[in-house]
């Protein structure tokens, strides 16, 4: 096709029809909540996911939670905008809410499980005296 055969950018779709969208108003804004909740999610997966920093990780996803789900009530306010922002902060602030909690939970398995505790320090033990 040449540039004079293709159709001009708009046309073939009358100014009323379904295909034909209006530019998104000028005045939205996004909800600041969301955004902090998406800022608190990545935030609180990236401590969890160290797993020396989970319990700010877990924190951090506990904030994000609920400023996810005040980011989603303020985004079904006219001309407030960032439902997918607050989708996202939400999805990952339960995920580092829940890593977190797993985290927490297998470690206080193991600290409570007194043959672990040995096995581990015999381990520490022997890598001492291999260093020495």
Known sequence: MTAASEPARGAGAPAGSRTHRAPASTNAKTSAAATFALVFGVAGLLS????????????L???GVILGIFGLKMSRRPGVT?????IGGLVLSILAVLIGLGLAAGITTFVNNEGAVNRLQQQVDDLRDKLD
């Open 82 to 86: 960032g439902r997918g922002v607050a």
């Open 48 to 59: 969890v996911l160290t797993a020396i920093l989970a319990w700010i990780g877990l924190i």
């Open 61 to 63: 996803g506990i904030i």
